[in-house]
């Protein structure tokens, strides 16, 4: 057996694929000679979504060996429909190999949208393909915050992060630079941005390396940057006050990646609703639109969103009384919520500060609370736990609730 392909062989199933191994695997499969090939495949390995496809050549005098590498992996949708109480069009939709996982998702179309089931099954495609590079560029440039100290008088950090932007037009592009724009319409030269492209900056096309000239305009395009910071403290820091000078601030391109798709595509999401499982609570859906209203918000409730205390719930408001409200989760759940005097009359009390929407009967409601009795989802929600309530709202514009 020739070593190159003893290489590959060697390696144990259970090894994570990481990047020295596919590095020495390519370096000593490109410099083996050309001849007749057959092909050999790696399976997929690890969570870092790099497939290995090997063309092994068999000759009489020489062998031949060809790899392509797959940075990640497409990932799989099934969408479904039905149609809502309201008459309106609801997809249920399954992915796999989609960060955060696989999930089961629903979305609603707003009122007056007219995109059609394989419309929505592309924009789930243009969704999952972005977090697969976003996971992908993590973890080839892992962020770095190890270093950073806020106390020590003269003490310098340094900050390494990886930026992945959102996809972006390509409005032109030389082997020098390239020049994008994330707005489809009524571009100006303030909607344009020129990016330097390196000499070692990675092209990606369809999930593998390439080269510039490759590009197709047409297509969608991210951009990976990598931003390293050297702050230093000044003199007069202590454990309690320190203030710090930037010393460097370089941000470089290390990959352009080509998407699958036009820009449009990527943010379709605008006539969609999107509800998922609501937080540490899988059995309830929260409806999510970036309209969505704040009723109530508890001082500090951000130090716990990360808390598995944390739970979330959402359903349709049943009844409003002067200190509690009671909701039907889609579940078919009966949560009373209970509130102070002045969470929903003070939020009604103000329609313009709410760009004239009040809370009423049949609205949706999303309420983020703490439990402490995590085993136990709650039917009745202490207002010393409730820490958010949100009034579900498809636009503001066109003033639609959900």
Same mark, same amino acid.
């Given at each position: ?19 020295? @191994?596919?590095?020495?695997?390519? &370096?000593?499969?490109?410099?083996? &000679? ?66 955060? *996982? ?7 179309? &707003? ?66 630079? $390239? ?120 001082? *500090?409730?951000?130090?716990? $969103? ?40 003070? @939020? ?7 760009? *004239? @929407?009040?809370?009423?009967? *049949? ?17 009745? $929600? ?10 579900? $709202? ?9």
């Amino acid at each position: 057996m020739k070593s190159d392909y003893m290489l590959i062989a060697a390696r144990p199933d259970a090894a994570p694929a990481d990047k020295q @191994f596919t590095d020495a695997v390519m &370096k000593r499969i490109i410099n083996t &000679k050309t001849s007749r090939s057959v092909f050999a495949s790696l399976r997929r390995r690890g969570p870092v979504f790099i497939v290995l496809v090997v063309l092994l050549a068999i000759g009489a005098l020489s062998s031949t060996a060809y790899a392509i590498t797959y940075f990640w992996t497409r990932s799989h949708t099934a969408v479904t429909s039905s149609l809502d109480s309201d008459g309106r069009k609801t997809y249920s939709i399954k992915t796999e190999g989609c960060e955060p *996982g696989n999930l089961t998702y629903e979305y609603k179309l &707003k009122k007056g949208a007219t995109l059609s089931d394989t419309d929505v099954q592309r924009l789930m495609s243009t969704y999952c393909e972005q977090q697969a590079v976003i996971q992908w560029a993590v973890q080839t440039w892992p962020n770095d915050s190890s270093t950073i100290n806020h106390s020590i008088p003269g003490y310098v950090s340094h900050v390494a992060m990886t930026l992945v932007s959102n996809p972006l037009k390509n409005i032109s592009m030389t082997r020098q630079s $390239i020049t994008t724009s994330e707005f489809l319409l009524q571009q100006s030269d303030n909607d344009q941005q020129t990016t330097k492209v390196e000499s070692d900056t990675k092209i990606l096309i369809d999930g593998q390396l390439s080269t510039i000239d490759k590009l197709d305009a047409s297509k969608a395009v991210l951009l990976v940057t990598r931003q390293d910071i050297d702050q230093k403290n000044q003199d007069d820091c202590t454990a309690v006050s320190c203030s710090s000078d930037t010393l460097r601030d370089d941000t470089k391109l290390v990959a352009l990646v080509q998407l699958s798709y036009p820009l449009e595509y990527y943010y379709g999401f605008k006539d969609l609703v999107l509800s998922r499982p609501c937080t540490h609570n899988a059995i309830d859906f929260c409806p999510l639109s970036t309209d969505n209203i704040i009723v109530f918000w508890r001082n *500090g409730a951000g130090d716990y $969103i990360n808390s598995a205390k944390w739970k979330e719930t959402s359903g349709v408001i049943q009844s409003i009384g002067r200190d509690k409200i009671t909701i039907q989760t889609r579940a078919g759940r009966i949560v009373t919520v209970h509130t102070d005097a002045n969470t929903v009359n003070g @939020f009604n009390a103000r329609p313009t500060s709410n760009n *004239g @929407f009040q809370v009423a009967v *049949g609205d949706t409601l999303n309420i983020s609370y703490l439990s402490f009795q995590d085993q136990v989802l709650a039917d009745d $929600i202490p207002f010393v736990n409730l820490m958010q309530l949100e009034l579900v $709202i498809e636009s503001q514009a066109q003033h639609q609730k959900y």
